[in-house]
């Protein structure tokens, strides 16, 4: 015999059962997603740190307006502010990284849900006899730490959102430092090629003389070599300048016809004055990414510590309605409790792990924040350094070198020096140019590396000394 649908009695707790699901239901509902998905901080930081746009492509919408505005932006000479624009807008590690927040905020969502309940329906028979079993339960241990779970993961969530923010900032620098090195590449590249002609020349003209007998063999092997040295020389600042376009181009993640992007003629000029900063410590503080991020982990990982003890004793708590039924006597009607009783696991393990993980925590923001008041005082002193360099480059050197090639050429229309003597004075005074080029690259990178410490941890190196410029002018200078 089987239950009767039309007892009022047998009805009411399945009606019973449908309102604890929709209620269920209706609560899980609050917890939802976002309508950008947590792409609106991180488009906020780009704003207001570098006065940039982000736009993340969720669509073929979408990517086809980044394409748009990459095609605009490639149309004409890039600027520096054009670059990091681009890749902000088109490197496609950037868009995989966006992805990062859409996880972080799906585990959000998910901490915010409630569990679903549990139904068990059981048919037992013996005989005649038929017994009829349902059991609906729910998990209150989940249920009740809901709350602490969302601020977990809201604290994580926040987390992915400033990571994300820093390796956005962190691409843009890198775009920026790249561009430069490009463009300073071109630009060495034009001035070794005046080198090259003026070492090429001087070697012709000592082969010629030798031929008639005016230049002995050392004369013209000193030639020769000036020219042996500048042809190598140029080789390595045309693969510099391939290398340079090549990485640039993947920052700016182009391809195609876009790689043939081109680039202005010479660097931005060196600024009047240096930037002032007195409070660059608390700045770097108030500002960076890293720091924030780290604190942030930190509380984080105290509000972890603190749902470890208040679960420390409850690992399974299930709470269930029953109601069975029976052909031959009354209904039962009645719940049941099951949890895991803390006989050999107190959960003092799981603790101590927590308070380790704190402590470490706190340490690594610690640590984070000496390492940033550091590096932004070492990139502060490197950018007032480098524009000391460039100075005196542009106000020193290459006038007076400009000079002594200017009494040279008087000296040789007056016939007092030769033509040799004029030519190693052409090569001296296109390296010392070349040597003001690099000091303003340096300049400007050391500009780049001070304003991503300010911002997020930078990636300092140290500048590139004129080198390759100093021995293109070969011992004739």
């Not at 010392?432 to 941890?457: C, H, P, T």
Request: contains cysteine; aromatic residues 6%.
């Amino acid at each position: 015999m089987t239950e009767s649908t039309n007892n009022p009695s047998c009805r009411r707790p399945r009606w019973r059962i449908a309102a604890m699901l929709a209620t269920a239901a209706f609560l899980g509902g609050c917890a939802s997603f976002s309508p950008d998905g947590g792409f609106g901080p991180v488009q906020q930081t780009a704003k207001d740190r570098l006065g940039k746009d982000l736009q993340r492509a969720r669509s073929d919408a979408d990517r086809d307006a980044i394409d748009q505005r990459v095609r605009e932006l490639l149309a004409k000479p890039l600027s520096a502010d054009d670059a990091v624009q681009i890749a902000l807008l088109n490197n496609r590690g950037l868009q995989a990284e966006y992805h990062e927040l859409g996880i972080a905020e799906a585990d959000l969502v998910q901490a915010g849900r409630l569990p679903n309940p549990g139904l068990a329906f059981a048919r037992k028979a013996q005989g005649s006899e038929v017994e009829l079993e349902w059991l609906l339960a729910i998990n209150v241990a989940r249920l009740v730490a809901i709350p602490l779970f969302m601020e977990v993961e809201s604290r994580r969530f926040a987390h992915t959102q400033l990571r994300v923010s820093l390796q956005m900032v962190s691409l843009a620098a890198d775009a920026r430092k790249a561009y430069l090195h490009a463009l300073a590449a071109e630009e060495t590249v034009r001035y070794m090629r005046g080198v090259m002609q003026a070492a090429e020349a001087g070697a012709e003209l000592a082969r010629r003389m030798e031929q008639v007998g005016n230049f002995n063999k050392l004369q013209r092997a000193r030639e020769q070599g000036f020219y042996a040295d500048a042809a190598l020389n140029l080789a390595r600042a045309e693969q510099a300048q391939r290398a340079t376009r090549e990485r640039l181009t993947r920052l700016l993640g182009l391809w195609g016809a876009q790689t043939a992007f081109k680039l202005p003629e010479r660097l931005p000029d060196l600024p009047q004055s240096v930037t002032e900063l007195p409070d660059l410590e608390r700045l770097a503080l108030e500002q960076r990414l890293d720091v924030r991020g780290a604190k942030l982990a930190a509380e984080q990982t105290a509000k972890n510590l603190g749902l470890t003890r208040s679960t420390r004793f409850i690992n399974v708590l299930e709470v269930g309605a029953i109601y069975n039924t029976f052909n031959d006597a009354p209904s039962q009607r009645g719940f049941e409790i099951g949890f895991e009783l803390p006989l050999f696991d107190w959960g003092d393990a799981r603790v101590a792990k927590a308070e380790a993980i704190y402590m470490q925590a706190v340490d690594r923001a610690a640590q984070t924040a000496i390492d940033a008041r550091s590096e932004v005082r070492e990139a502060y002193t490197g950018y007032r350094s480098a524009w000391d360099i460039a100075r005196h480059q542009r106000d020193e050197i290459v006038p007076v070198r400009k000079r002594i090639s200017e009494e040279n050429l008087l000296r040789y229309n007056g016939m007092l020096i030769g033509v040799f003597e004029l030519l190693a004075d052409a090569r001296a005074q296109i390296a010392s140019v070349n040597g003001y080029i690099e000091a303003l690259r340096d300049f400007w990178i050391a500009q780049a590396d001070l304003d991503m410490a300010l911002i997020g941890k930078p990636s300092l190196a140290t500048p590139a000394g004129p080198a390759a410029a100093a021995e293109a002018g070969g011992p004739g200078h």
